[in-house]
């Protein structure tokens, strides 16, 4: 275990690895607000609604996009969810969680033949399908996983 | 009632000459001739399993489940078979110390004649005799070991490490032992196992940067053949069990990384891969028909006492997937003859551990004797005499449940009760007396508070359908294995045709239909949330016991089941 590399982050602060990400020039401030917000798609109360929202309504299911969540979270509050879109030229990663109130979690961007992968955490209000978008090539992919969100107690 | 071994032999003469519960001939001229536990040796790797013995030291009663259901994938197949539809499946004659291990049939009469089970001072004799004719092999605990008694919880884990090193455990994964705290395990695991017991556990990595906690697997040398283990820590530890006594680690089934640590492990060289898991049967089954390259999963949590393997195909051959039972009941033998570079054959037997039929090493004795004494007083204090047998097993509810549920509901002026389905936990038979040391074998956690809840009827299916659905989850890798919560003072039905939120009907409280909206006073144990206070659950139980002396024979509450016509899990 790299605990150099532990120590280092605590020490400077809760918001240090995105200070960090600043300093060493791999985010400019302004991009993370930069694209334009889409009002309607975060706002739907359905995943079909948002997916209308960022024009991927016809999705076809796909197995080159590839889910990693865990079956059952072990927390609702932040799910570690991974996706890796193996779909040449991937544009955008879209994630929805089928059950929540406001189903669009994230609408990511890739450019200049980024690849496609993200790995970020998600709120689960209950069990639920997450189900994933991708943008490749102006057409449109889908995969979905089902992540139990439970009460806990009781095992074994 | 307790009998020496030479009495026991005798009885054993005398019970077979009157028909008296033992017919099997071939069981019985061994027992006489003392050779029920020659085991003859087989191949050049040998692997002895213990698992989930839950830090019984002492010899202890023992009853197998008569309900353990399986549906979908697992319907009428191992592990979920009970009874006579369970010595049918493997071939055990009735009425014979087989049948006596591995089920409840007759349990009172043949828990009389056969004694008690397990005990660590029996376990070490039986495991030296196992290892005399098979050199070079090694000794795993699947874990729940550091968990489930007085003095374990006492010593803070202390004495059943010291015993499990004494014993010659090589190899341990583990689940119940988080509950000790993260940092207690790691203290554990870099002072007193270092350089003696490998830890391990592949799918336990850190919250933030995924970094593995524990060794992942280690590959032993055996007779010249490398054997790789790999460990799988229990998925759902801070689900099932309190987040914040493990806050900083990530568990989960990872089976793309246990096929990454197979392929490694081949790679290096390993002719033999074997996984040590606390995933539970159903999720061993699954695992194995997804993972390729394991040529065995010595498996555990579930408490599965399976005579057999179940031989799994894969894309790339085939799995064997054991489950050892609990308690320090059973040990495991698998031995595997390789030849050319890999597995040519095998032979597993789960050896029932019978104290009256074995010699306990007077080492281990020694030691679990001086673990004792400052406790002793405390452990043999009489709460009570019970009439009827008691005992947890059972996918519903086990009679020390309900009487736990009975306890709750009396000192707390509770409408209802909870007591969650741990699948831990002796058994007393009737006329036994109820000590405290038994009431700690049933309750004995590091998160023992008692709770009296102002809960709605809706709250209280809510509860109810969440952890039905993690025992009965059409997807073995979303189940938890654990048992159903027990339930008293509500009747309820329960339709295992039906999926999540639909399977508790007709909940009744008092002749009345549960009213959704209204509020009832419901007692629990053993909360998961951080900050919970209580009065720890064993000091509710023994002073209702210490109040009522005599228990008589509870009156289980279980729910009518519907959708289970024909179902092997049900004796």
Known sequence: MNYLRRTFLRGTGAAGTVAIAIAAGLLKPGQVLAAEWNKVAFDATTTADAMKGLNVAGAVESKDILIKAPDIAENGAVVPVEVTSKIPGTTSIMIFVDKNQNPLIADFEFSNGAEGFVSTRIKMASTSHVKVAVKAGGKAYTASKEVKVTIGGCGG | MSMNRREFLQMLAVAAASGFALNSRSALSA????????????????????????????????????????????????????????????????????????????????????????????????????????????????????????????????DMVDACKLLGVDIMTGHWEFTLGAERVKQIVDNDFKGKVDFLAQNIKTNDFGDQVFQPYVIKQMNGIPVAIIGQAFPYTPIANPRYMTPDWSFGIQDDNMQKMVDEARAKGAQVVVVLSHNGMDVDLKMASRVTGIDAILGGHTHDGMPAPSIIKNARGQTLVTNAGSNGKFLGVLDFDVKNGKVAGFKYKLLPVFANLIEPDAEMAGLIKKVRAPYEAKLAEKLAVTEGTLYRRGNFNGTFDQLILDALMDVKGADAAFSPGFRWGTSLLPGDTITMEHVMDQTAITYPYTTLTEMTGEMIKTIMEDVCDNLFNADPYKQQGGDMVRVGGISYTCDLRQGFGKRINNMIMKGKPLDPNKKYKVAGWAPVAEGATGEPVWDVVASYLRDKKVITPRKLNLPRLIGVEGNAGIA
């Not at chain 2, 040998?46 to 353990?68: G, K, W």
């Not at chain 2, 049939?105 to 030296?128: C, S, W």
């Not at chain 2, 070991?145 to 007085?150: I, K, P, R």
Request: with cysteine; aromatic share 10%; net charge positive.
């Open chain 2, 31 to 158: 027992a006489s001739a003392g050779g029920f536990y020659d085991l003859p040796s087989f191949g050049n790797v040998s692997l002895l399993h213990i698992t989930d013995c839950h830090a019984q030291l002492m010899p202890i009663y023992f009853r197998e489940p008569n309900v353990n259901i399986g549906l979908g994938v697992s319907h009428n197949k191992a592990p979920h078979l009970v009874g006579e539809k369970l010595l049918k499946a493997f071939g055990i004659r009735p009425g014979t110390v087989d049948a006596h291990a591995f089920t409840s049939l007759d349990f009172e009469k043949a828990a009389r004649t056969y004694g008690k089970v397990g005990g660590f001072a029996h376990l070490a004799g039986l495991v030296k005799k196992v290892r005399a004719n098979r050199p070079g092999a090694l000794l795993l605990d699947g874990g729940d070991t550091w968990q489930g008694s007085a003095t374990a919880l006492w010593t803070n884990g202390q």
